[in-house]
């Protein structure tokens, strides 16, 4: 039978400097590179056109496609690769200096059909996707994908509150919204197209690095009332110790689902895949290594009750600490 | 067997025989035994057919199966609609009854929000003919020509009207430059010394334009010059100047004569005859004389009295078919009293087109016009690819996940499993129960969610083997795993319900398809991990009651 940390005694709440410079590490660039290109956001949310095709003809390639639509007249649309390697997507982006109507991105998806069909035939591809949202609904949607990600922090908030109190639903809040933040950083940094799949995996994220963080905080609270007088980072890095094998294996099970979907899905759902991947991992060091430090600051600001208790008395007794990092 | 392991098998016999029991036991009806589906589609000949198939009742969204995806908004911008709130509702209807009629498997029509009308057709590939089916307002009107000839008699004041304003006949000095451009030119002063001249030459700058028809109130305008007169009949100088009780319409596209094509001008009343509001049906069919697709019609008996009585009036007057704001065809003369039937000639149209006519003219006019905010159009090949390959990742997926659980949990992990099928079936039950769409980022949740479902399995795992180390027994080291994971469990999935709630509120189709997979497999889940693996335990422990160490 083996069982992996059994009885480990790491000193995480000792390590989390490390943990915050990695964080930043990772962060900077990411939202450097944000600020020079920002997000790459997909038609869904910016208005304009999509058209995807599927090449018959192996003469048709991406400069190709893209001199066909400059001899149209359609300049400015931007050609890409997408999956396999005889299938091309066509944006054309509404911008907001350019005001367009929604007929006219209808139109934009039939006059790349048709300067397409002039230069290479017109049974040498199939058009196996096409989107034309107009601004107006793009703008909603923007709006409304940022108001779920309000209210859902805003409700998950409250209940943290309900259940714990307000010093873990925080600290969760805390935890989840650096665990957003670097994933933009990243989707920044992988040149990811912001669709309203992505969205939705960026609320998964925020749903199971929660998920993530309420276990160990369950722990936490039950190791509060268990040992009374024992120092908070000794407790907290107790509870993370004996949460760990959980968090470690559901870490595993999760991320395999999500590598899978990663090398094996469609080239659809890619965008989700990355995200869910990369946010799985985050989540998952950020429960350890983000939620439980500002757990710690709070309660040391704003003592709680059982916390108050601990830190009246001097520690009981030596840390867990192995690797000796002296405690405050 | 004690009676409470035989209570929670009676209960996990009941859950699974809901979510996949034939429908004889399954009283909801519902669930995922293959069931006999009618679908209506509209064959080859143009008649609509029913057919029935087997299958697993579990919808696919159309990033799954291919199809087109239209948004609509009641459109303001021609003029403002007197109450946008009922015209949309009754869009609703009118679309929904069209949509039918067009016999497309499983169709969705939804208002959306206050404003927004969604429409969605699974299977169709030909995004410009079902906008038209869809967004076509079908208002058909007939309409006398202007048989006195007033608008021919006004003509020569109209050209007055035009010179005073400055507008100059198409001459070899204004060759080439459009109407609006002229008229935006500002030019005035010198442009009204030059038209004096040039309009004596060519009959004036309206007039000039115009070849006078063969029938009362026809005029015939070449078609190169259509983009001109139509700017210059829509001047308020000319406006004005139309006779009472008479309007200006368009044909519907330009008619050959000899080498030339020309676009139809025609002076009609402004009061219909009749409208299609008085229509009981229409068919498509091909004239036998000529070939042609024609849409033969058939008014209500009120319409036809209606019908008979004015044309009894009229015998020997013209006639225009208008629709939609277009004449069709060149205006029949009325030989007697027409009762309830009649036809519409297309010209050109193919026997598709005559078809889709019928159909709109059978479903009714739109009670305003739509615009189309967003159209997303996915092909069947693409649609197929995502299914094969998100089939394929949930199933390479799921295998991984259990050979670890297995791995680690051993004997544990086999009942944990065991649970997990249990998941996978409650989970497609629900979709099935709830009626809910699956689409492809529904799938990737599905195995997300398959992931997460082993979270509360390893949550309960890990406790009960803290539970032995603390040296209890086995009996009450499995019951204080359950129950000590319990709180987290339970925490932790109602924050991702929460989460999903509200992506399901703002999401719309495959995003939507996503929250409900994701909330139905939470709920699965808790099920599956904690009611239906402690059963196992429960059964297992009461069959081996001498052990003492736990296989976990």
Known sequence: MFHLFKNAKYDFLGARRIAYAATVALFLPGFALLLVRGLNQSIEFTGGTLVQIQARNPAIAEAGIRDALNQAGLQGAEVQRFGAPDEYVVRARLTPDVVQSTESTQETAAAVDSALARAFGAGSYDISRREAVGPKVGGELRQKALMAILLSFGATLVYLWFRFEWRFGIAAIGATAHDILLTIAFISMMKLEVSLVVIAAILTIVGYSLNDTIVVFDRIRENLRKYKRQHMVELINLSLNETLPRTVMTGSTTLVATIVLLLVGSEVISGFAWVMTFGIVVGTFSSIFIASPILLAIERRWPGEDARGARALAPAREPAAPLGVPTP | ?552
Request: charged letters at 20%; hydrophobic letters at 45%.
């Open chain 2, 1 to 552: 067997m004690p009676a409470n392991i035989r209570n929670r098998l009676l209960v996990i016999a009941g859950l699974v025989l809901v979510s996949v029991g034939p429908p004889p036991l399954n009283m909801l009806g519902l669930g995922l035994w293959p069931q006999e589906v009618t679908i209506r589609t509209r064959g080859a000949d143009g008649r609509m057919r029913d057919t029935t198939v087997e299958r697993v009742p579990i919808k696919q969204g159309l990033d799954l199966q291919g199809g087109i995806h239209l948004a609509l908004e009641i459109d303001q911008s021609r003029g403002q609609v007197a109450d946008p709130a009922d015209a949309l509702e009754r869009a609703l209807t009118v679309i929904r009854a069209r949509i039918d009629e067009f016999g497309v498997a499983e169709p969705l029509v939804q208002r959306v929000g206050t404003s927004r009308i969604v429409v969605e057709l699974p299977g169709l590939r030909d995004p410009a003919r079902a906008k038209q089916i869809v967004q076509r307002s079908a208002f058909l009107e007939f309409r006398l020509t202007d048989m006195q000839n007033a608008f021919a008699a006004v003509l020569p004041q109209m050209d007055a009207a035009l010179r005073r304003a400055g507008v100059r006949t198409t001459g070899a000095a204004a060759g080439g430059v459009s109407a609006v451009e002229q008229l935006l030119g500002g030019d005035t002063a010198r442009g009204t010394d030059t038209t004096g001249a040039d309009s004596l030459a060519a009959g004036g700058a309206l007039t000039s334009l115009l070849y006078q028809g063969a029938l009362p109130g026809e005029f015939l305008v070449p078609e190169e010059e259509f983009p001109r007169a139509d700017s210059l009949i829509h001047l308020p100088e000319v406006r004005r100047l139309i006779p009472r009780g008479l309007e200006l319409l368009w044909s519907a596209g330009p008619m050959s004569q000899g080498a030339r094509s020309f676009y139809g001008l025609y002076a009609v009343d402004s009061r219909p005859m009749i409208t299609g509001e008085q229509l009981s049906d229409a068919q498509a069919q091909l004239d036998p004389t000529f070939g042609q697709a024609v849409a033969t019609f058939q008014l209500t008996r009120a319409g036809g009295r209606i019908f008979s009585r004015a044309t009894g009036q009229h015998v020997n007057d013209y006639m225009a078919i208008v629709l939609d704001g277009r004449v069709q065809g060149r205006p029949p003369i009325i030989k007697g009293q027409i009762g309830q039937r009649g036809q519409i000639e297309l010209g050109n149209a193919s026997l598709q087109d005559a078809q889709d006519l019928a159909l709109t003219l059978r479903a009714g006019a739109l009670p305003a016009p739509l615009v189309i905010v967003e159209e997303l159009t996915v092909g069947p090949s693409l649609g197929k690819d995502s299914i094969d390959k998100g089939k394929r990742a949930a199933i390479i997926g799921c295998l991984a996940i259990v050979l670890m659980v297995v791995a680690y949990y051993r004997f544990a992990g086999v009942l944990a499993v065991g649970a997990l099928g249990f998941y996978v079936l409650f989970t497609l039950g629900g979709l099935a129960l709830l009626d809910a769409t699956l689409t492809l980022p529904g799938l990737a949740g599905f195995l997300l969610s398959v992931g997460m479902a082993v979270d509360a399995n390893v949550l309960v795992f890990e406790r009960i083997r803290e539970e032995v180390d603390q040296g209890k027994t086995v009996h009450a080291a499995v019951d204080g795993g359950f129950q000590h994971a319990m709180p987290a469990i339970v925490d932790s999935n109602l924050t991702t319900v929460l989460t999903a709630l509200f992506l399901f509120q703002f999401g719309t189709g495959p995003v939507k398809g996503f929250a409900i997979t994701l909330i139905i497999g939470i709920l699965a889940s808790f099920l599956s991990a904690v009611f239906v693996t402690r059963t196992f335990f429960l059964l297992w422990l009461q069959r081996r009651r001498g052990l003492t160490e736990l296989p976990i």
